[in-house]
């Protein structure tokens, strides 16, 4: 493995286990075995380096949540499959709010965010209402950012207090 892709892993797993803001280049280094100056020559910073990672994760969460979403089910069953994916990648979910909070002063992070939010949006409307890429389009984004709101809110719900966070049932309760 080449010292760039032993700095990608390395940056992986900090964030994962100490996100964006705490991980530090004594990090970096640790972990990958990767001098400190491979770091700015393959990436030109560790905010780069971190920031090429948290793309990386980013993805693989929206493929583990396009996947969810495209199996067959009612709202109850969809809802159950996704709260089982936010237990699963609970980790996955605190970079992603994290990656929020990044995105105040990262052009780049603002807008990996905001093109993982189009497709979320999309797909949420796909596997929710049923619409399409031939749905009007104004349809799909008011429908897909309500379940993106409700998503967001749920996995808030579940990273933060697992034991109080609602079941599929009680999520889809309207009582």
């Given at each position: 493995m080449s010292a760039k892709d032993?700095?990608?892993?390395?940056?992986?797993?900090?964030?994962?286990?100490k996100g964006y803001a705490h991980t530090t280049v004594r990090d970096l280094v640790a972990a990958s075995g990767a001098n400190q100056a491979s770091i700015n020559y393959h990436f030109?910073?560790?905010?780069?380096?971190l920031t090429r990672a948290l793309r990386d994760l980013n993805a693989e969460w929206g493929e583990l949540l396009f996947a969810v979403l495209a199996e067959p089910g009612?709202?109850?069953?969809?809802?159950?499959?996704i709260i089982e994916s936010i237990q699963a990648n609970r980790s996955l979910w605190f970079v992603n709010f994290e990656s929020?909070?990044?995105?105040r002063q990262d052009e780049e992070i603002r807008a990996m965010i905001a093109g993982g939010q189009e497709l979320a949006r999309a797909s949420l409307a796909r596997a929710f209402a049923g619409l399409g890429p031939e749905s009007d389009p104004a349809r799909v984004q008011a429908v897909g950012s309500h379940y993106y709101a409700l998503l967001?809110?749920?996995?808030?719900?579940?990273?933060t207090d697992p034991e109080r966070a609602p079941s599929a049932a009680q999520f889809v309760s309207r009582s």
């Open positions: 032993k700095l990608l892993t390395a940056a992986r797993g900090c964030l994962l286990t030109g910073s560790k905010e780069q380096l009612g709202e109850e069953a969809l809802w159950g499959r929020v909070a990044s995105a967001v809110g749920l996995a808030a719900q579940w990273i």
